[in-house]
């Protein structure tokens, strides 16, 4: 019976383990860094102000600057005033994705 319980609690953490690596290994989807980047990044990147010539304010848009918003949010430089910003469950979501849409990987 001590042995069944253990090789259940084996075979448990292991799916566990598992299913969270693979949770992890998925990169975050436009729609999970829509908002992100709506409260983050357009006060200074939409069309109407376009700040350093960088407008994100749609996937496309946001895909076409993702290798150099990835290094701006990844140095700390970027949301402007807010160099912590990279270290936050936010950041690290939106760091995520814009590495999975860099074509610098």
């Known amino acids: 019976m001590k042995s069944n319980l253990s ?3 084996a075979v448990s953490l292991s799916t566990l383990l598992l299913a969270t690596a693979a949770s992890a290994a998925t990169p975050p989807t436009y729609a999970e860094v829509k908002d992100i980047v709506a409260d983050n990044c357009l006060s200074c990147h939409s ?3 376009a700040y350093g010539d960088v407008v994100i ?3 496309a848009l946001l895909v076409n600057f993702a290798n150099k918003a990835y290094s701006e949010v990844n140095s700390g430089s970027m949301p402007a005033g ?3 910003f990279k270290d936050s469950p936010e950041g690290l979501t939106l760091l995520a994705y814009l590495k999975s849409v860099s074509t610098t990987k």
């Open 47 to 49: 069309a109407d102000v």
């Open 82 to 84: 807010n160099p912590d």
């Open 57 to 59: 304010e749609t996937e």
């Open 7 to 9: 090789l259940f609690a």
